[in-house]
């Protein structure tokens, strides 16, 4: 029987599945040792709302690693208790393949970590391994508020109650403004407003004496608000904020530096077993960081550039241990507060 | 120059007629929303120019409010939050056979409220900008108690049953983390209700899939003897009907301003001002006691409140860079994409795109006139389609929109499992809107009153500490007593007789 193009035999099915099949069994190990590492988008799992500092900043490094890695990035966003849904979604219901990221709020979400009772570990089953940025804490107050410097404000605060809207308790803002209360007597009532803008809102109306956040979002408001002070000297934010002053430089205090820091995590799991994925990543970011178009990228968003800066695991270890020190030290204070 | 700006944005129409049509099926949707439908179409406004994305983001934003209203109307599914109210009487209106009376209440109330709003803020941003510096935690409390306070209106029907089904939606509404310690409660370990209880899937079940439950047992939407109303119904008779509901303009100012009022404060939205703008219209109606049995104004007061927040939530977006809800915060994020900050700068830098927002929004509405009004009639019919038709149907699309906005199968889950509750209410003569708003105000009065309460260390006297929120207890007893006085004078009238 002559045999025509395009008519499946038996023998012709058999052949082509086994060979689909060979190719489907061995090909990812093929892909790998290739180095082919990411053949498909990349999911960015982020554990606070749409439109907040998290999105605009994970967004501007994505754009410009596609163009090296090749793939697109994916996003999905679950905010809700402090960081609490995004970071055990990702933990326990993400495959651990590589394919899964985590761009983190550092800071707050790790103080949530460490307060609240969770089913994931940090850095057991969550490993922070690129820092792409911080930003001072500061205290500031709206523009038109009697309360000119930070003086005044502690000042205020040993003659009467003085409020202080924070995005939540569990925030780095809230341990700096607790601290401060605590070495020089003053009398600071944090009361969390749930999210930035809110936050915001309450200094920039008066339904606070004050408000204390990230310089990032001081910054964004322009004259709505007048900054009072920073909990971590940051030359390179001081023109943008007014060169406010050190709250530890006028109180002589030796409060931790705070700040809230964004980077990238992914499984540990995935850190420790699949190298090639991890040196893929870890090359690809950090090469984004003298890539001149992600400074363009900050600057078409509006977004400070300045505290733009890589840190490595270790440095994300570090920050991942002094946080969860801080937090367990000030939990009980938080919640006495 | 307002004259230029309106040609302009008008001379965007190729953008603004698809957003509106777009607008309008992802507001009659449950579960979606103008701000994930921008967030999915992301792409596509950051590829076009600035003012196209703004025209569009605008013109669709505009129109799901609209939008949220149809599927109240004709199926007794509110698209969001926003238009629950609108479903206490434009529902009884659809199963009465007057869907098409109800829509065009609905489109004039929506397209007058939306325009009367934009006009407003445009003209009074100066001054409305300062509104914020007044509400504050303390008369948000009073403001949610303005909503709040429907439940006892539902419950005059059945004290016991009114107050038990409020009660309930309260206490499903304190599911989740608390707002001081984000502490979990009573979420049984589920990650899924950590933020709380979500209003989609709650909504969808209460409401959608406990409407299914009913249509299978009756067969249709519209009672058999008003079917011939329906399919007698005309296209001239829109007009008619425009003509007679535009007698209410005067309602549907004072609401679309209510709405105005309540979206420029942060995180308030459309919920709470249709709420109260319904509670309001039925206090200081002649005819309070008809409420809930489907009267137009019913369906009128919601929905021009609603379309009032669309504006309100500009207000601190422009005048202070805050966004006032999700939509905005996320239109915010695309403009910042295209290097644009919203702010007060914008009106001196950028003037055409300061403006533009709200010429944009005006001509929306304008817009939605010739698109929508026909529609009406047609739309209508919905009502008289068969159960085998319409259940498949609802329950496809809501059980999809439950999933939609978090992505979590668990959504699907919980949406049955509130449409079983919502079933056995109905059934058991329990009102599913009182139990929707301890579900939706719930939280928020527990946000704002503890904020409140923390402010003053526990003092319970901050309640009545502000000058702006006392004279608001003022009105909310006033609101609470003039039904019995009218009621009482009433009484004595007849007597007299």
Known sequence: MKRTTGTITRRGLIRAGTAGAAVALFAPSVLRAQGSYPTRNINVVIATGQGGGAETTARCFTNVLRTDLGVDFEFEFHPGAGGQVGYELYANRRDKDGYNLLYSNMHPEIITFATQETTYDLPGDIIHFAKTGGTPIVTYVGANSPIQSLEQLVEEGKKRTVTIATSRLPHPGTIGMLSLAEATGADFNLIPFGGGNPTSMAAITGETDAAVLTAGVAISLGDQVRILGTFRPTPEFDAQMGNPPGVNSVFGTSIPELELSQGWAMHTEVWNNMPEVRERLVTAIRAAFDNPELKAQFEAVNYPFEGVEYGDETVCAEIVQNTIELARRYKDRIRES | ?????????????????????????????????????????????????????????????????????????????????????????????????????????????????????????????????????????????????????????????????????????????????????????????????????????????????????????????????????????????????????????????????????????????????????????????????????????????????????????????????????????????????????????????????????????????????????????????????????????????????????????????????????????????????????????GPLMEQYLMRALRISRGEVDILFSSTLGNILWVFLVITLVLPYVRSHMAKQKVEAA
């Open chain 2, 1 to 441: 120059m307002i004259g230029g700006l309106f040609a302009h944005s008008l001379s965007y129409w190729w953008v603004m007629i698809p957003a509106v049509l777009l607008g309008n099926i992802v507001g009659a949707i449950p579960g979606f929303s103008a701000a994930n439908t921008i967030i999915i179409l992301l792409p596509l406004t950051l590829s076009v120019d600035v003012e196209a994305a703004l025209i569009f983001m605008m013109a669709l934003y505009s129109a799901s409010q609209l939008g949220n209203g149809i599927p109240a109307i004709l199926v007794n599914i509110p698209g969001t939050g926003g238009a629950a109210a609108t479903t206490l009487d434009g529902y009884p209106m659809a199963q009465k056979g007057q869907a098409q009376r109800a829509l065009v209440y609905c489109f004039v109330a929506s397209i007058f409220g939306g325009l009367i709003g934009t006009m407003f803020v445009l003209v009074m941003l100066p001054v409305l900008s300062q509104v914020g510096n007044y509400l504050h935690s303390v008369e948000m409390v009073v403001i949610i108690l303005f909503g709040l306070t429907l439940i006892a209106v539902i419950a005059a029907q059945d004290l016991v049953k009114g107050l038990l089904a409020g009660m309930l939606g309260l206490l499903i509404g304190a599911i989740g983390t608390d707002f001081i310690y984000s502490e979990p409660r009573a979420t049984f370990g589920m990650i899924e209700l950590y933020d709380g209880v979500p209003l989609v899937p709650a909504l969808i079940g209460l409401f959608a899939i406990s409407e299914v439950f009913m249509l299978i047992e009756r067969g249709r939407v519209v009672k058999d003897e008003f079917m011939d109303v329906v399919v007698s119904s005309k296209f001239y008779d829109v007009w008619l009907l425009v003509k007679e509901s535009l007698r209410s303009w005067f309602l549907m100012a004072w609401t679309a301003l209510i709405g105005v009022i309540i979206g420029i404060i942060p995180g308030a939205g459309a919920s709470i001002a249709a709420f109260v703008a319904y509670q309001q219209a039925r206090t200081f109606s002649k005819t309070p006691e008809l409420f809930g049995t489907g009267v137009p104004e019913g369906v009128a007061a919601p929905e021009a409140a609603n379309n009032g927040v669309t504006s309100g939530t500009l207000v601190p977006l422009m005048a202070i860079g805050v966004p006032g809800g999700s939509t905005a915060a996320i239109m915010m994020v695309v403009l910042q994409y295209h290097g644009v900050t919203l702010g007060p700068r914008l009106f001196i830098d950028r003037p055409e795109l300061a403006y533009g927002i709200f010429t944009a929004s005006f001509i929306t509405y304008l817009m939605m006139i010739p698109l929508m009004f026909p529609m009406a009639q047609y739309m209508s019919r919905v009502t008289t389609f068969p159960a085998f038709f319409l259940v498949p149907t609802i329950l496809t699309f809501t059980l999809l929109g439950a999933f939609v906005p978090r992505t979590y199968m668990f959504d699907m889950g919980l949406a049955v499992a509130f449409g079983v509750l919502g079933y056995l209410a109905r059934k058991t003569g329990y009102h599913v809107t009182a139990l929707l708003i301890g579900i939706i105000l």
